[in-house]
């Protein structure tokens, strides 16, 4: 019995369509690799700004609770420091600009109303 033989350009297309099924399942594999490791690094950031957001509201809740100490209280409406500048202040905020929305706004807030502290910092919008 003899064997058949197929014409060579259908052996050659099928070699190529295979190449190219290979290449495709590579490609596939490494976009699917990217997409593993950005999302674990999505994740690594999320715990990493959660835990600094952790950090801050310790030592705001520290830092209030010292303001509200009985020696503390008795300064109220009075200048902490003595300066001959035109302006005077108690306090000066620095901050990061991404935090001025969802924090610095409030925490000026409460000093100024709760703590009669004049406070110093940007109130560009």
Same mark, same amino acid.
């Given at each position: 019995m003899r064997k058949k033989k197929f014409p060579r350009y259908f052996l050659i297309k099928q070699v190529s369509i295979k190449k190219l099924a290979d290449k495709r399942k590579k490609r596939m594999a490494v976009i699917d690799k990217l997409q593993k490791q950005e999302s674990?690094?999505?994740k690594k950031s999320s715990k990493q700004q959660q835990s600094i957001f952790t950090t801050y509201e310790q030592q705001i809740a520290k830092l209030t609770k010292q303001i509200k100490m009985p020696g503390v209280t008795s300064m109220k409406r009075q200048h902490i420091f003595k300066s001959d500048s035109m302006e005077k202040?108690? !306090?000066? !905020?620095?901050h990061a600009t991404e935090d001025k929305e969802n924090f610095i706004n409030e925490f000026v807030e409460l000093l100024q109303k709760d703590f009669c502290l004049k406070v110093w910092y940007d109130v560009i919008n």
């Open positions: 674990l690094q999505a202040y108690d !306090v000066f !905020v620095s």
